[in-house]
Every structure is written in structure tokens, then in C-alpha cells.
């Protein structure tokens, strides 16, 4: 599981290894995952305690947002962490950028279809041609 900081205040995004990401609140020791919304469920779920080991370890922020001290001093500064390091906050980055990209698409189609049950609803004459190059342009047209 990856876990990094959203924002101060011990909020964490909890990447699991089923491919679902939840967001954990350190402080508050909530989860969004199923199981944590599952009375039956001890707690504290498989992902804050993920959160409160990565923390423990000195591996993520602390929820004030500083880097542990451990984290500054196990790791002195080389070429070769700092490549890595960079490379791997591009890779993170180019994830996270295509990631908003999918959820923007999916928001589009997902308005698209309000805006015809829209119509449909208001007894509007459909005409899906239109509507699709009203949404994305006169080129949808060909």
C-alpha cells in the first residue's frame, strides 16, 4: 500500500493493493474503506494502521505536513536518490494527471447524459447530432 499526505492536519490517501484508494483522517481514525463502515469490522482498519506504521517508521509527512527527522537524516542527498527521487515524482505526477484526466472524461459523458434526460424529461424534441456537436465541437460531426 502507498501512502501519501493530502493536506495538513493528518488527512491521508492510502493507495491499496486491490487498486482502491481511500482516504484515511490519522486524527479523527476514520477511513473510507468498506470495512471500516462495517460495525463488525475492529478497528482500526488494515489502512490506518498502514498510515500510523509508514508514520512510525518515519516514511510519510507527520499531519502537520514536516518531514520526519529520520527522513532527513537517513537518506543524505546523492545523485543517484535525487534521480530517483525525481523520476519517481514524475511517475507519481504523470499517474495523477491521468487519473484527472479519466475523471474529467467520465464527468463530460456523465453530463452528456443529465443533459439529454434533461430534455427528455422536459418533453424537448431530441436531436443527438446536435446535442453531441453543441458538447464537443463541429468535428463530432463527421
Do not use: W
Not at 529520520?70 to 545523485?79: E, F, G, K, R, V
Not at 523520476?87 to 452528456?112: C, G, P, V
Not at 443529465?114 to 422536459?122: F, G, Y
Amino acid at each position: 500500500m502507498d501512502v501519501a499526505l493530502l493536506h495538513r492536519g493528518g488527512c491521508y490517501e492510502v493507495d491499496s493493493a486491490s487498486g482502491n484508494t481511500y482516504k484515511v483522517d490519522l486524527l479523527d481514525e476514520t477511513c473510507t474503506c468498506p470495512d471500516y463502515q462495517t460495525p463488525d469490522t475492529p478497528t482500526p482498519c488494515k489502512h490506518l494502521q498502514r498510515v500510523q506504521l509508514e508514520l512510525d517508521a518515519g516514511r510519510i509527512p507527520r499531519p502537520d505536513g514536516r518531514l520526519p527527522e529520520t527522513a532527513l537524516s537517513t537518506y543524505p542527498p546523492s545523485d543517484t536518490s535525487s534521480t530517483h527521487l525525481v523520476a519517481t515524482l514524475r511517475t507519481r505526477i504523470q499517474e495523477r494527471e491521468e487519473r484527472i484526466a479519466a475523471l474529467e472524461a467520465e464527468i463530460q459523458a456523465l453530463q452528456f447524459v443529465c443533459d439529454v434526460a434533461d430534455a427528455v424529461r422536459d418533453g424537448k424534441k431530441i436531436d443527438l447530432k446536435q446535442i453531441i456537436a453543441d458538447e464537443y465541437g463541429p468535428a463530432s460531426r463527421l
